[in-house]
């Protein structure tokens, strides 16, 4: 399996920035695409930014776009967070594709638990 830990959510002001960090662990072959994906109450969990594998390619979010960037070494996903604004506070949840085994096999997507991010106006 995959356990993926999130960290360095908390409390800012707005204009501040935060660096969230998501490590991966566990018994797995690889993991492709990881991403972050942000979350606020009665809302579904949407996808801001993430990064392959491979290559490196990034995507984002228009809402985030200049203002977050997703970067990744081996299998810790960072999101340095700029310029944060109070529509930003939300839980911020770490994704990831993953394969247990080599061979033809397709990946499987794996969940953090969440950090929360507050920004206050």
């Known amino acids: 399996q995959v356990q993926l830990e999130e960290s360095g959510g908390g409390l800012v002001q707005s204009g501040e920035g935060l660096k969230l960090s998501c490590v991966a662990s566990?018994?797995?072959?690889?993991?492709?695409?990881m991403a972050w994906y942000q979350q606020t109450p009665g809302k579904g969990r949407n996808l801001i930014a993430n990064i392959t594998n491979a290559d490196t390619v990034t995507n984002y979010a228009d809402t985030v776009k200049g203002r977050f960037t997703i970067s990744r070494d081996k299998n810790t996903v960072f999101l340095q967070m700029n310029n944060l604004q109070p529509d930003d506070t939300a839980v911020y949840f770490c994704?990831?594709?993953?394969?247990?085994?080599?061979?033809?096999?397709?990946?499987?997507?794996?969940w953090g638990r969440g950090t929360q991010v507050t920004v206050s106006s």
């Open positions: 566990g018994n797995f072959f690889r993991i492709y695409t």
């Open positions: 994704n990831a594709w993953a394969t247990l085994t080599a061979g033809f096999v397709l990946p499987n997507e794996y």
